[in-house]
């Protein structure tokens, strides 16, 4: 965009001055106000204000404004404006939009409300959209874009210049020219900008290429990302189960991809489940988290079943309840701390199955050297505090042995989540805590009661 402002976060009198506006429903001052921001910028403002104000807002804006405007947007405010948004002007953004971000504002949208909605759109584009559309949105077919510059291998360094150039129109950002066979369409190498531009005209496309790094459309996004990252690609082509280019997904959408995940891994290890702040009512987010605090819930119980059975050693012992929270603390973070590296093994593949057992062996000599010193730490402590050899020495034992319990159940639990193909994620947070609380506090009190 000509002449683009942008939003300064620091200075809150831009908002304040909305806000004003936003209160007298001024919205032609506001729109005067956020005409040549960044589109980020104006989606970053959308996602501030309520729905309404969001859809007049919108309706102000150009379509080529609003094309890169509503992905930015949050999934509920997406979901909002394709349900009210009139078809008619619907169609006219998607035809505007790259292909992806188009799929991906259809999808949000009921079946019917889908065909309604494409019937209006050029053939061509509703077409791209509706193949998008077969695809998971989690895998490389889901998050490519059709638009892509692919040119066949016999054809010379002049011809693919030309098809840049005619590509131009309908594709923002070009990285790279795919090669491809001129008969099946299976994608046989990459041709990047700065090879057509040394080449001379006359040249083969086939003798300049290099060797291409593809995904498969069902390849999950994770993987994908995993892919790029580890080759530094700035995109990457998509192919069908033939081989056949069909497109391509460039580096913006891997950066989406890795925080998405990442914001998705870390809803899961905190037990509130992927949460939009923007989209869903507190009955919705109260629903997500109720099933962890439940289970919360009867772990604690559970823990106070537990105490109850050695009454008769706490009163006796009376000094065995002050440690009650050191033992049960440093088990859950211990636990937490060999979950949280174990599940980012399996997410960044750096655990591989044929080295589990490497990976338990590492975890455990860690825990056995971490939990020797804390547990003399809290010897020492205890003798220096009620003069009591033996209490120091069973507590400090006593410790070590939670450590070094909750070590291999952090580590155990996502590598069996693994194998059973659920997502160890789902192995963090308040699971591993509630389980770690239970076995050490049973472990504590089995122990000292033994013991003492």
Known sequence: ?????????????????????????????????????????????????????????????TDDVQAEVIPELSDSKQRFLAQNLHNNVLSQII?????????????????VSQEQLLEKVEREDAEEVRELLKHKSDTAGGLMTKEVVAISQNANVERAITEIRNAVKETEQIYNVFVVDSENNKLLGILPLNA????????????????????????????????????????????????????????DDILDVVEEEAEEDFAKMAGTGNEDLHGHSSFEISRKRLTWLIIGLFGGILSAIIMSRFEVALGKILLLAFFIPVIMAMGGIVGIQSSTITVRGLATGEILRGKLLH??????????????????????????????????????????CVMLISTLSGTLIPLALDKLNIDPALATGPFVTTFNDILGLSIYFLLTSFLL
């Open 1 to 61: 965009m000509a002449n683009e402002k942008s939003i300064d976060l620091e200075q809150n009198a831009i908002f304040l001055l909305i806000g004003d506006y936003l209160h007298d429903k001024n919205f032609g001052e506001i729109f005067a106000l956020i005409k040549d921001f960044h589109p980020a910028d104006i989606a970053f403002l959308l996602n501030l204000l309520d729905e309404d104000d969001t859809l007049e807002i919108i309706n102000r804006l």
């Open 359 to 400: 990976k338990l062996t590492r975890e455990v000599i860690v825990c056995c050297i971490n939990g020797t010193v804390c547990g003399l730490i809290l010897a020492l402590l205890i003798f220096l505090w009620y003069n009591d050899i033996m209490l120091g020495g069973v507590v400090g034992g006593s410790l070590f």
């Open 196 to 251: 057509l531009v040394l080449a001379k005209p006359d040249t083969m496309v086939s003798d300049i290429m290099g060797e291409v790094k593809s995904v498969d459309t069902s390849m999950d996004q994770e993987d994908v990302a995993r892919i790029v990252k580890k080759y530094d690609l700035v995109e990457v082509p998509v192919v069908d189960e033939d081989y056949r280019l069909v497109g391509r997904i460039t580096h």
């Open 95 to 111: 035809e505007e939009m790259e292909s992806d971000d188009a799929a991906d504002l259809v999808g949000l949208m009921d079946a």
